[in-house]
């Protein structure tokens, strides 16, 4: 499975030459959409989705949800152009752009359309909506709505594939040591220790490469968070020496020390935890699917919200939102508004979460998911998490300085650098990412 798969949050970084072509593309205006883009003919709009869902359950589903919106408005005809995973789709957005052939809309994180919206390619939600507040909007959960605005304030994105960060193990090791399921970091590092031997290390995790920042990056994010910190200030500077950060990269190392953390790759965790070779694997809701696949029947798969730390409850916000290029025909730009808002109506976000094991953007969706919570009765916490979940500022530099971030945890656990210094070194390289823009 590709590092870039969608359902795991794996962001590539936007590369120079990427945001140039981008750029280019504004300086010579934002001509007519090509033929991927369709038009009006014979009273029929037609529209393109550049999207990632083309795995598993999520093609299917994606495909349903367009089929049912499609029979509600039988004028417009929705095209989904389907990528392999992000990375592919960050680069065929960025040439379509330069081809002057962008799809109407695109699945995109903020820190892409930050870029695109510097270099006028899509529009601000407003234009199309016709205000800066739709009426949905006030019924997302906050930490999906805080992520929908750019710098300057304006309302550019619309959610679509949601997910937090949970907590899956192995409830029969646990039994089996005599522990319940740890409430805090603390006692998480403890009770990993005790979990650990010779032919079992607790939890294993890929912090990704500096090019693409994987779940152990967004565990140590996670545990700064949780100690009261934050990666990086509301303005995207990084603030990776703070105590908490090293307090977070010390627990790691701890943990190193104590054989009970390895890093490895391609979702060790996952295949840690299903080989009862690790108790614990930490990632996104959205990888549900994968990780019951992976142990099968070999035992049932638990599933728990992560632990606290000082400051809290604390989680990483994962996956992509909705934005519009700006060379959609005003015919186009009302056709895909009304697919976007069918997307994030309640019935249909119940449909798409039962179907993918993404979360629902708005609690209006629960009663319509009785069925699939029963059988997953770890949903509605994942999902109150969407409340308080914490997103990366919007800055085309956040995703090369978190790729700092997997240079100091591999530093850290594989080589012994104590963990101030490998965060002192990973600061100067995120602020001069920050300084190249």
């Known amino acids: 499975m590709s590092l870039f798969a969608p359902g795991r949050r794996t962001k590539p970084v936007l590369l120079a030459t990427a945001t140039a072509l ?11 959409s090509g033929s991927s883009n369709g038009g009006s003919a014979n009273g029929t709009t037609t529209i393109s989705f550049m999207e990632t869902m083309a795995a598993s359950t999520q093609k299917s589903v994606m495909q349903k949800l367009t089929s049912d919106f499609e029979k509600a408005n039988p004028k417009i005809k929705v095209q989904l152009i389907v990528q392999p995973d992000y990375g592919t789709l960050q680069a065929k957005e960025t040439a379509a752009v330069s081809a002057h052939n962008a799809p109407t809309i695109a699945q995109m994180y903020p820190d892409w359309a930050a870029t695109f919206a510097k270099s006028q390619v899509i529009l601000p939600v407003s ?26 304030g304006k309302l550019w994105l619309w959610p679509f594939n949601k997910s937090v960060e949970v907590m899956y193990d192995n409830p029969a090791m646990l039994k089996a040591k005599g ?13 990993a220790k005790k979990l650990s031997n010779g032919n079992v290390v607790a939890i294993s995790t890929d912090p990704g490469t500096p090019a693409a920042p994987a779940g152990g990056t967004i565990w140590l994010e996670t545990l700064d968070y949780a100690n009261g910190g934050t990666p990086f200030a509301k303005d995207g500077t990084p603030q990776f020496t703070s105590p908490q950060m090293v307090k977070a990269l010390t627990l790691l190392a701890q943990m190193k020390k104590d ?8 979702y060790p965790g996952e295949t840690s935890l299903a080989a009862a070779k690790g108790a614990f694997d930490i990632g996104s809701s959205a990888g549900y699917y994968y990780e019951n696949q992976a142990v099968g029947k070999k035992f049932t798969l638990g599933t728990n919200d992560l632990p606290t730390g000082p400051a809290g409850q604390a989680n990483v916000l994962q996956g992509t939102d909705i934005g519009m290029f700006a060379s959609a025909s005003k015919a186009q730009q009302a056709a895909a ?36 919570v029963a059988q997953n009765p770890w949903v509605p916490t994942s999902m109150a998490a969407l409340q308080n979940a914490k997103a990366d500022p ?29 965060l002192a070194a990973a600061q100067k390289t995120a602020l001069a990412a920050k300084a190249q823009g």
């Open 22 to 32: 981008v750029a280019s593309f504004a300086l010579a205006g934002c001509g007519s």
């Open 127 to 152: 234009t199309y909506a016709g205000t800066s507040s739709p009426s949905q909007l006030g019924d997302f959960y906050a930490g999906v709505r805080n992520e929908l605005s750019l710098p300057d």
């Open 179 to 191: 522990l319940s399921y740890p409430k805090t970091w603390d006692e998480f590092a403890t009770d």
């Open 259 to 266: 054989g009970s953390l390895t890093l490895g790759t391609n």
């Open 337 to 372: 508004w009304k697919y976007m808002q069918f997307l994030t109506q309640p019935a249909n976000q119940a449909t798409w979460a039962a179907g993918t094991g993404y979360l629902p953007v708005t609690a209006k969706a629960l009663p319509s998911m009785k069925a699939y």
């Open 394 to 422: 919007p800055y085309s530099w956040v995703t090369p300085a978190e790729g700092a971030l997997v240079v100091a945890i591999q530093a850290v656990v594989d080589k012994g650098t104590s963990p101030a210094a490998a």
